[in-house]
């Protein structure tokens, strides 16, 4: 298996498709409750498919994208990414990207005088940012209502 990205993006048909798709495996994770693995049945396989339930998820995840009409690419976490395809990824400008690094809030490496970057940081990086973005979305909020303008 290869460790470069995978890219997909929705093609005519496709996203009725992943929409048809997702209602029926976000069916099959509804019903089952346990954290334990999950059953498929591919048509034309000759026996079932046994994967983690995770993998269910994260392919929920993608169909929901594809239902969209957006793209999705999957990266291994522990892939190092240039400077610039880790801007591209958090959409930002590389010398933003840059400045996040050098403020230690994403983890980085040097490999001769050029920095790479993990994608598994990257994504703690999202995870913390948007958690950020929440808690002052929900303390404006609580300031609105408690000044009386909502």
């Known amino acids: 298996m290869s460790a470069l990205p995978v890219s997909v993006v929705p093609g005519a048909g ?8 997702l209602r029926l495996v976000d ?8 954290d334990g693995p999950v ?6 396989a000759a026996e079932n498919v046994v994967v983690p339930k995770t993998v269910v998820g994260l392919l929920s995840r993608i169909l ?7 793209g999705v690419a999957v990266i291994p976490v522990d892939r ?4 610039q395809k880790a801007a591209d990824m958090l959409n ?4 933003f990207l840059i400045r996040l690094l050098e403020e230690g809030r994403i983890d980085f490496r040097l490999v001769g005088t050029h920095r790479r970057v993990k994608t598994a940081s990257l994504l703690r990086y999202l995870s913390q940012d ?7 979305a929900d303390e404006l909020s609580r300031m609105t209502k408690e000044l009386g303008f909502a």
């Open 64 to 70: 929901a994208n594809l239902a969209n009409g957006e």
């Open 39 to 44: 059953t498929l049945t591919v048509a034309g």
């Open 92 to 95: 930002v400008s590389r010398p």
């Open 130 to 136: 948007e958690a950020e973005r929440r808690a002052a």
């Open 80 to 83: 190092e990414l240039s400077t």
């Open 27 to 34: 069916e099959a994770l509804t019903e089952n409750t346990t």
């Open 14 to 21: 496709d996203v009725e498709l992943a929409r048809d798709a």
